[in-house]
């Protein structure tokens, strides 16, 4: 049985790029103190994917020891906009939109932390009510110079692009939440330091212990960029268990051990192994895929359906007895043919304009690969595999 100073541990390091105060943290921790652990999620997007999926499990580590999590759903900030990591001015969503994306946010976020457990509170309850004078309180915290050398508005300010004065008061929103909940501790990506800190200078002022901080590691999108779903990029905690499955495998080489790392509860020392090992090209890529997209899958809907969801993987792309799924053929005239013109064949989308937006977000995979470029000629030979979209396979016939 792993010891309350071995969980701890892991607690303090597995996934984590900064923690402050991490000693102060270390010793609540082993004191038995019941901590008030705190971790804002802006609904700016319907869907929870893997990236943001890193902070929650961190969170779900702090409730298997006891602590009191509280989940803050920015449906006010969200409405802001958190610049962190923008190197452009975000939309100012409304309130309708914003609706729509919490429509199904709270069981997105119940696989992986215990609702019932869980305070949750929404940030609309507190910043809502406050006034220009309490506002302009809040923002005599900090100068302009702070929020400018602040890395993406630093680099905004070079390039003479438009920071706008909204963007400046996110920080100070969330610094507030801090306040309204009396948080002891908050979480969040590595890109989430500033708004972090700004929380510790505003509990001062409010005459509150400053909270001490943890930052995840981030975890970029299967084709080495940030997550962005417009990018096609992502794979989503809702994601059915097939979805994730392939989506991991379809992913670059050089995310494997990341996502075995952020995604997955494989231990610790057999991913070292892997990264030993691979980086002497002693182990095959795809096999190191097929443990991490089954790790993925494990955890979100348990060992059964990732065994399901390999084996069928297996059958279909691994060792290509696609007869055997009984899938329909996709007739084509040419050996070569572009990627366009691949989807237009199978009917899926009806339109130029739609198979290519199809095709760049990732909605074409040729024996489990994605390609994203509608353009690109292809050199078939017959029997590949297609999926066109998320559920549409084709066996391609010459």
């Known amino acids: 049985m792993t010891s309350v100073a071995e969980k701890v541990k892991n607690l303090l390091s597995r996934n984590i790029e900064k923690a402050i105060n991490k000693s102060h943290l270390e010793k609540s921790l082993l004191s038995g103190k019941k901590l008030r652990v705190k971790h804002g999620i802006d609904p700016t997007g319907e869907k929870i994917h893997l990236g943001r999926a890193v902070s929650l499990w961190k969170l779900r580590e702090f409730q298997d020891l006891g602590h009191k999590i509280v989940l803050i759903i920015g449906d006010f900030t969200a409405q802001i906009g958190d610049p962190s990591d923008k190197l452009e001015k975000r939309p100012f969503l409304t309130k309708v939109q914003v609706e729509k994306n919490l429509k199904n946010y709270l069981p997105q976020i119940g696989k992986i932390i215990n609702l019932k457990k869980t305070e949750v509170r929404y940030n609309s309850e507190w910043l809502g009510k406050l006034k220009f004078r309490e506002i302009s309180e809040l923002a005599d915290v900090f100068s302009v110079q702070q929020m400018i050398r602040r890395r993406n508005f630093s680099e905004r300010w070079k390039k003479n692009q438009e920071i706008s004065l909204r963007e400046l008061t996110y920080p100070l929103m969330q610094g507030y939440?801090?306040?309204?909940?009396?948080?002891?501790?908050?979480?969040?990506?590595?890109?989430?330091?500033?708004?972090?800190?700004?929380?510790?200078?505003?509990?001062?002022?409010?005459?509150?212990?400053?909270?001490?901080?943890?930052?995840?590691?981030?975890?970029?999108?299967?084709?080495?960029?940030?997550?962005?779903?417009?990018?096609?990029?992502?794979?989503?905690?809702?994601?059915?268990?097939?979805?994730?499955?392939?989506?991991?495998?379809?992913?670059?080489?050089?995310?494997?051990?990341?996502?075995m790392e952020l995604a997955t509860d494989m231990p610790h020392d057999n991913i070292v192994r892997y990264r030993q090992s691979m980086s002497k090209s002693k182990t095959n890529p795809m096999m190191a895929k097929f443990d991490a997209a089954f790790g993925v899958v494990e955890r979100y809907y348990g060992r059964d359906k990732a065994k399901q969801a390999s084996l069928r993987w297996d059958i279909i792309f691994s060792k290509n007895k696609a007869a055997d799924t009984k899938l329909p053929f996709l007739r084509i005239s040419s050996k070569k043919t572009t990627a366009l013109d691949l989807v237009l064949a199978s009917g899926i989308a009806k339109s130029k304009s739609e198979a290519r937006r199809l095709i760049e977000q990732g909605g074409l995979e040729i024996n489990g690969f994605k390609e994203k470029d509608p353009n690109k000629i292809l050199n078939l030979s017959g029997g590949e595999i297609l999926k066109v979209g998320k559920k549409q396979f084709f066996r391609v016939k010459i």
């Open 177 to 259: 939440d801090s306040v309204a909940v009396k948080a002891d501790v908050e979480i969040g990506g590595s890109d989430q330091l500033f708004n972090l800190l700004a929380g510790r200078k505003i509990q001062e002022k409010y005459g509150q212990k400053p909270q001490d901080i943890m930052t995840t590691k981030m975890l970029l999108g299967l084709d080495g960029r940030k997550m962005s779903t417009s990018w096609g990029n992502v794979v989503n905690v809702s994601d059915k268990p097939d979805e994730q499955f392939g989506k991991i495998m379809s992913m670059r080489d050089d995310m494997i051990i990341d996502y």
